[in-house]
Every structure is written in structure tokens, then in C-alpha cells.
């Protein structure tokens, strides 16, 4: 199996190397991965500049590595050129969750949604990063077992997953849909100047079932995804409220 790596936290991050140490236990890895910090990029390509790709400065004991001046989608499309169609695409392990919302605007998971696109298999992966910075070595075993059973099962192409601080088993997962509160923090820098924080905060609690749930109640949350955004329901009715002929 040919597994392609990357991330948005970039070439640099713990997280990248985390990741490829242990999808080399599965076949053989290549990493592409974006020069610089690239969080929240969504699924951006560079489509008005020329893409280049160097040579990690960073070893990865012994995987061959690239760094790209691009988004985590561009690392994908270039990954996937240069290696002539890898299997699969391993996104992460980013340093953040990407949880219900957060799925629309993360670039973790755009990569993982870009490999299905070029008819790979695209697998994100998160873990928080907050007061507590994660522990690679204790879920090291989680992320094996999660990729195990996903590499296992040939319908399941676009998946995300999270995983807590300390897991204590693992849930499949659907999407938290929840209203936010997208909200725009004013603050003054040091200069005396105003800038804004444009921060995201669920508004309600999570519904037993969802990714956020799993993760509050520290579990692995594994959610299945697809790329078709059609509202079956709602385009069924259109078409029997306004049939056109
Ligand atoms: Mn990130």
C-alpha cells in the first residue's frame, strides 16, 4: 500500500511525524506537506502562482519527505503527481480537533476530501492542542487501531477522525450539526492599533451520537463523510412542488 502524508500545521509539526511513523507500519510512506502553517485554509488551491516542492529539512527517520510553498490540497495534488496515484492519504495528525463545523473551513480534513476527489482514500486526523499538548506515544496505539480498521474496509473513502487526550475506546460518529456563535473579538495590540479575533463557539450542547459528544465523553470519534452536498429531501419535494417539463 502506498500512503501518502501530509497535514496543515506543516512539514515542522509533531503531529506529521507522529502520523508517519506509524503509517509505515502499513506500507510504504511518502510525506508532502505544506512549507509553512496553513490551519484553517479549508480546501484553498493555488491556482495563480507556479507550485515548487523541496526536500524536508527535517528526517523522518529515513521516509522521503517534501516540503510545498501550497494549501494542504495543492500537497495532495502534487503528492499524488509525483508518486503516480498512492492508495491512500493520511491528513494529520493536526494539532487542534476538527469537530461538526470546524469540517467546513479545516484544511486537515480538505486534503483527506481532495485525495477522494482524485479517487484515493482520505483519512483526517485530529487531536486537541490546548492547555495540554497531546501525547503521541499514548495514542499511538489508537491511531493504529483506527487506521487498521479503516484501511480494512474498502467502502468507507472519506473519514475523519478524532481523537481525545487520554482515549477510552473508540465510537463511530456523525457530524454535530449545531448553531455557533461566530463571533468577532475586537482587542487592541501593543502598538495601540485595533484588531479582531473571529472565534467559533458551539452555542448548544452536543447530541449523544456526534463527534463532539464522543470527544467530551473521551472517546475516538470515527465519522464517515461524503463529498455530495445534495439535499435529497428538499430537491425531492422541489421537484414535486415546481415539476418542470
Ligand atoms: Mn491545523
Known amino acids: 500500500m502506498k500512503i501518502l502524508v501530509t497535514n496543515d500545521d506543516g512539514i515542522y509539526s509533531p503531529g506529521l511525524a507522529a502520523l508517519a511513523k506509524i503509517a509505515a507500519r502499513f506500507g510504504e510512506v511518502k510525506i508532502v506537506a505544506p512549507d509553512a502553517e496553513q490551519s484553517s485554509m479549508g480546501h484553498a488551491i493555488t491556482s495563480s502562482r507556479p507550485l515548487s516542492y523541496k526536500k524536508s529539512p527535517v528526517s523522518f527517520d529515513g521516509l522521503e519527505a517534501y516540503r510545498v510553498n501550497g494549501t494542504p490540497a495543492d500537497c495532495v495534488a502534487l503528492g499524488q503527481h509525483l508518486w503516480d496515484k498512492p492508495d491512500v492519504v493520511l491528513s494529520g495528525i493536526n494539532m487542534g480537533p476538527n469537530l461538526g ?11 483527506a476530501k481532495q485525495a477522494v476527489l482524485f479517487g484515493m482514500k482520505g483519512i483526517a486526523l485530529s487531536t486537541p492542542a490546548d492547555k495540554i499538548e497531546p ?3 499514548l495514542l499511538d496505539p ?3 487501531k483506527a487506521l487498521d480498521l479503516l484501511f480494512k474496509n474498502p467502502h468507507l473513502n472519506l473519514i475523519n477522525v478524532n481523537f481525545p487526550h487520554n482515549p477510552k475506546g473508540v465510537r ?4 454535530s450539526v449545531r448553531l455557533y456563535d461566530n463571533r468577532i473579538e475586537p482587542g487592541i495590540d501593543p502598538m495601540g492599533r485595533k484588531h479582531y479575533w473571529f472565534t467559533v463557539i458551539p452555542l448548544e ?5 456526534t463527534d463532539r459528544w464522543a470527544m467530551e465523553n473521551d472517546f475516538v470519534s470515527i465519522t ?8 435529497e429531501a428538499e430537491l425531492l419535494k ?3 412542488a415546481y415539476p418542470i417539463s
Open 205 to 209: 450542547p452536543s447530541e449523544e451520537g
Open 238 to 240: 422541489a421537484q414535486l
Open 172 to 175: 463511530w460518529t456523525r457530524q
Open 135 to 137: 501525547n503521541f506515544e
Open 224 to 231: 464517515p463523510l461524503r463529498l455530495d452536498l445534495t439535499n
Open 101 to 111: 463545523n470546524a469540517m467546513w473551513h479545516s484544511g486537515t480534513l480538505a486534503a
Open 142 to 144: 489508537f491511531v493504529e
